[in-house]
């Protein structure tokens, strides 16, 4: 018999105010630009500040989300690890790229070697936590966050573990930006907040973030809602997506209608919302539909985000009015599906139920 | 007792041998990949010694048919180990049951991002690789060359561990019925980014690496990429499938003691292979072969050293490490040591340990340094990785 798996906790920093988890997207940041920066916590409260000095910014924001899961949940220790990360602490790898370039490969130091590791986000979580668990990073693109799920579901399910942590980060850097802002990625000019969803022109906003979220197959006091089911695609072909979905959904046994609303990836880009739009133009027409990279930018890891809001919306009962997409009304949640894909790629669904 | 999960198939290039072939001919015949580096201009090759791979990217995309240029190193090896073990599985359709693909890298695409760093911002000509930089996009470039889509296909980067932890959640996706079939495995090439990252740690050696001698004088970087295909008991019986062993035991835990050395007594170590031992439903004395992780650093040698003893209470089996053949190969490690721990298996061999000479003197532990005929049915296999990641997989001729 598989056992269930309950999100019992939320930690999040992300370009919004979403530290602070007493707040529900009240105060908005709001912006007119191409990048995106966290809004930083106050990361003495986290961290010493000897140590935040030379840490990466990837490390420093997971510190605070996972830090406040932990507290939420109420533990010291996890069973298991598990973090998602596009590009990992890419300020860091950049930085020594340079350096190398710069120097002729001379005076270097290994800090920013060290912190390049993809894993340094999940290995210095274990180290201050001192969990000798599980630890695994998966890095593959917009899907990183939807791995660690499904590898902690797995877990969870086998009762192989009772708690883990799993979560999902990626920073803003500069040079990664311009690179993908001259390979159309990343939009040309900027752009408001308001406006970006319906830009009609092509690349994203780019953003950053971190989030983490205590997984376990125990109920809790603070638990926001069940991880039903994942599916992972590396491609899907248009015109089967509206099938695909139908079909992940007969899998749990339920249907369209069985859905209180749906928290899309769209970003912007004029190229690729085309795989929601259609989608809300057809399967979803009848569904309140939700928005949420307007909000976050757009990442690898963005849809950390959007799971942080579909557990908040479960937990307080409201819908924010800046994520509708719809005028359809979300009364009383009790399921909600996440879908993401990046550029056409790495498509992914997320089945969440209020418990 | 467990079941394990069927290896059906391997494919595998390395410094020693472009195939799983030419892999075992080197092991079996003492000779090593270990060189002077000739392909990365660097201004440390007089004072390294890597294990290389022959072949130059543009031989490699001439044998993919690809344009020259097209692809980082770190998909080029990749594809080539994955076609190989693709063919040694005997699949014609890769659709014909849920197939997946779990690959690790540390590298990923930075070979061609140190290169072109600042290139980009002068002109266009090798944009193509600005997207190449993270590491699923090596995945992505293997799962469409094999002609896998609407597939579960991911990436771990676990450091030096990745190749074995893509292993374990293959093998973890078949036990829950997730997948029928998952090719697992990682591919790393040679970089000036981890040759330099490396020697900043101070622990590569200037000439060829001695695992577990009393002399070492750390590591010799190694690039290659290692795929096997596994399978479900469902789709081995519908189609007969030969067998080349199984993987039988894995577990993963974390030393938590610093993000790039490991503790004195190899805490995480130990907790890796008590979880294999229990997922495998096996006990130590059951274990005819060691692979080490060995890479001759002196703190992975003397850690590792230290938690052999504890787990094999002082009686440990017949172990060497086979990375004095190919270097250190970073996230393809695992897979890479995976596939010779198969090869041992079938071929009933222990490799030798080369390059060792004088006992450490913690210890009086003394790897096999020639090689020895034995039947073998059980292989333990290590590996290590930065953050603290431990990991071991147990291999068995029978389920």
Redesign the interface.
């Known amino acids: 018999m598989k056992k269930e798996v309950y999100i019992n906790s939320i930690g999040s920093v992300s370009v919004q105010k979403t530290f602070d988890s007493t707040q529900f997207l009240e105060d908005i940041v709001t912006y007119n630009d191409t990048t995106l920066k966290v809004v930083d916590p106050n990361y003495k409260e986290y961290i010493p500040p000897a140590a935040a000095r030379r840490m990466a910014k990837g490390i420093k924001m997971s510190a605070v989300s996972s830090k406040n899961a932990m507290k939420e949940a109420g533990l010291q220790n996890v069973d298991a690890?598990i973090v998602g990360t596009?590009?990992?602490c890419l300020g860091d790898?950049e930085k020594?790229?340079?350096d190398?370039?710069k120097n002729?490969?001379?005076y270097?130091?290994?800090t920013r070697?060290?912190q390049?590791?993809?894993?340094?986000v999940?290995?210095?979580i274990?180290?201050d936590?001192?969990?000798?668990?599980?630890?695994?990073?998966?890095?593959?693109?917009s899907?990183?966050f939807e791995?660690s799920l499904w590898?902690a579901k797995?877990q969870l399910?086998?009762n192989e573990a009772t708690h883990i942590l799993v979560g999902g980060v990626d920073e803003m850097v500069d040079?990664?930006v311009?690179?993908?802002r001259?390979?159309g990625?990343v939009k040309d000019k900027p752009v408001t907040m308001e406006e970006v969803l319906s830009s009609n022109t092509k690349g994203a906003v780019i953003g950053e973030g971190s989030h983490f979220f205590v997984l376990s197959n125990k109920k809790g006091k603070s638990t926001y809602s069940k991880l039903t089911s994942i599916g992972?695609?590396?491609?899907?072909?248009k015109d089967?997506i509206a099938d695909?979905i139908t079909g992940f959904l007969k899998d749990n046994e339920l249907s369209v209608q069985d859905l209180d609303g749906v928290i899309l990836g769209n970003n912007g880009d004029v190229e690729y919302d085309h795989f929601y739009t259609n989608l809300c133009s057809s399967i979803f027409d009848n569904t309140p539909q939700l928005v949420f990279k307007h909000l976050s930018g757009e990442y690898?890891t963005a849809t950390g985000f959007g799971f942080w809001l579909a557990n908040k919306i479960f937990k307080t009962g409201e819908v924010p009015k800046i994520v509708k997409l719809n005028d359809k009304n979300i009364t009383e949640p009790k399921r909600l599906l996440l879908y993401n894909q990046y550029r056409g790629?790495?498509h992914s669904l997320v089945l969440l139920e209020k418990c | 007792m467990n079941r394990g999960i069927a290896i059906t198939g391997m494919g595998l290039i390395s410094s020693i041998g472009n195939n799983v072939e030419e892999n075992l001919t080197s092991l079996t015949s003492n000779k090593t990949g270990i060189s002077r580096i000739t392909q990365i201009n660097?201004?440390?090759k007089n004072d390294i010694m890597v294990g290389e791979i022959s072949q130059t990217n543009d031989m490699l995309e001439k044998q993919l048919g690809l344009a020259p240029n097209s692809y980082s190193r770190t998909p080029l090896l990749g594809i080539i180990a994955a076609k190989e073990a693709i063919s040694q599985a005997g699949i014609d359709n890769i659709k014909d049951c849920r197939t997946g693909?779990i690959s690790g890298?540390?590298v990923?695409g930075?070979d061609k991002?140190?290169q072109y760093?600042?290139d980009?911002?002068e002109s266009?000509e090798h944009?193509n690789h600005?997207?190449g930089?993270?590491?699923?996009?090596s995945?992505?470039k293997i799962?469409d060359a094999i002609g896998?889509?609407?597939?579960?296909?991911?990436?771990?980067?676990?450091?030096c561990s990745s190749s074995a932890?893509a292993i374990m959640?293959g093998a973890?996706?078949i036990k829950?019925g997730?997948l029928d079939r998952v090719i697992v495995g990682g591919s790393d090439c040679l970089s000036?980014?981890t040759i330099?990252?490396?020697?900043?740690?101070m622990i590569l050696s200037d000439t060829y690496n001695t695992p577990f001698d009393e002399h070492r004088k750390g590591l010799n970087l190694g690039e290659a990429a290692a795929f096997l295909v596994l399978e479900s008991d469902e789709i081995v019986s519908r189609e007969n499938k030969k067998v080349l062993a199984y993987v039988k035991g894995y577990g993963?835990?974390?030393?938590?003691?610093?993000?790039?050395a490991s503790s004195e007594n190899g805490?995480?170590a130990v907790?890796a292979m008590e979880k294999a031992f229990k997922v495998a439903g096996l006990k130590p004395s059951d274990i005819d072969y060691i692979n080490a992780h060995g890479t001759a650093t002196p703190n992975n040698d003397l850690s590792e050293g230290r938690s052999l003893l504890r787990i094999f209470d002082n009686n440990v089996p017949e172990f060497s490490s086979t990375k004095a053949f190919t270097g250190h190969t970073l996230a393809a490690a695992g897979s890479v040591e995976a596939i010779y721990s198969v090869l041992a298996i079938q071929n009933n061999i222990i490799y030798p340990n080369i390059g060792f000479k004088t006992p450490m003197s913690e210890f009086d532990l003394v790897p096999e340094t020639a090689l020895k005929h034995k039947e073998i049915n059980t292989v333990l296999s290590n590996s290590f990785?930065?953050?603290?990641?431990c990991s071991t997989l147990i291999f068995t001729k029978e389920a």
Request: proline residues 1%.
């Open positions: 690890i596009g590009l990992g790898s020594f790229v340079s190398i370039i002729d490969e001379q270097l130091t290994p070697f060290i390049s590791s993809h894993n340094t999940a290995g210095s274990a180290l936590m001192g969990c000798k668990g599980h630890n695994f990073t998966y890095v593959n693109a899907i990183s791995s590898d797995l399910q086998a040079h990664h311009d690179t993908h001259f390979i990625h992972i695609y590396n491609t899907l072909e089967k695909v690898d790629r790495n | 660097t201004v440390h693909l890298t540390t990923g930075m991002a140190e760093f600042y980009y911002y266009d944009w600005i997207n930089l993270h590491a699923g996009d995945t992505q799962a896998l889509a609407e597939s579960f296909v991911t990436t771990i980067s676990t450091a932890n959640l973890r996706m829950a997730e000036k980014f330099n990252g490396f020697k900043t740690l993963n835990a974390n030393d938590a003691f610093h993000q790039t805490d995480g907790l990785g930065f953050g603290g990641n």
